[in-house]
């Protein structure tokens, strides 16, 4: 009886990483389709309006085909990783091969998008444990990326935002965000309502 008893509990010990294991998508504005599952390079979704219509679990990946551009749509990501298990937004090429090669995957919000002037073009709302990197954000009616309330251990990594009419990046009420190998330009000042607004920096932070 006593191997059984140990067995059972190395099965128990195991339980926790099957549990919280997340799901990789990918994302192709060429050669995707919405109508397809995303959990593989050769059944990826087409469009940003097909990723903030799903429900995406703790720990889930979002990839974007490198080279490719897509216009028009805030991201909105509302779901959220663990510390041992960050939910990723990133890019992919080649074969499925996670990380850059060639041209970073372009979010372009065509001056029209967020609606808002306080969101972000990607806007990070789900929570904490999120990581924004390898992509390009361009054109954002408001922040280029906001990490919002509470969504704490925010990172930002190898990401450039170019002719955002708010922040570059900004983490607003949430703690021990970070910023690595990012760039902003054009950024931080806009003409809006009439009036010249500003915010303290391209890459700005309120914690409070």
């Known amino acids: 009886m006593k191997p059984k008893k140990f067995f059972l509990v190395s ?21 995707g389709s919405d109508n397809n599952s995303g959990t593989s390079m050769n059944k990826a979704w087409k469009t940003i309006s097909r990723v903030n219509n799903y429900s995406f679990a703790t720990g889930d990946d979002v990839y974007f085909k490198c080279g490719d551009t897509f216009k028009g749509t805030r991201l909105l990501v509302d779901w959220y990783g663990t510390s041992g298990n960050r939910s990723i937004i990133g890019a992919y090429y080649g074969d499925g091969t996670i990380g850059v090669s060639g041209n970073k995957p372009i979010i372009d919000g065509n001056n029209s998008a967020p609606s808002s002037f306080y969101d972000g073009l990607v806007y ?34 190898n990401v450039e935002t170019e002719n955002i009419d708010n922040a570059g990046i ?3 009420k ?33 914690y409070s």
């Open 11 to 31: 099965l128990f010990c195991l339980l926790p990483s099957l549990v919280f294991a997340g799901t990789t998508y990918y994302v192709d504005a060429t050669n």
């Open 124 to 157: 990070v709302v789900g929570g904490p444990y999120v990581t924004v990197q390898n992509i390009k954000i361009i054109k954002s009616a408001g922040h280029g990326l906001r990490f919002h309330t509470n969504t704490d251990y925010g990172y930002a990594d």
């Open 170 to 172: 900004l983490w607003w």
């Open 174 to 206: 949430s703690d021990n965000g970070k910023a690595t190998y990012c760039t902003v330009s054009l950024a931080s000042m806009a003409y809006h309502r009439g009036e010249i607004w500003g915010w303290p920096g391209c890459i700005s932070a309120n």
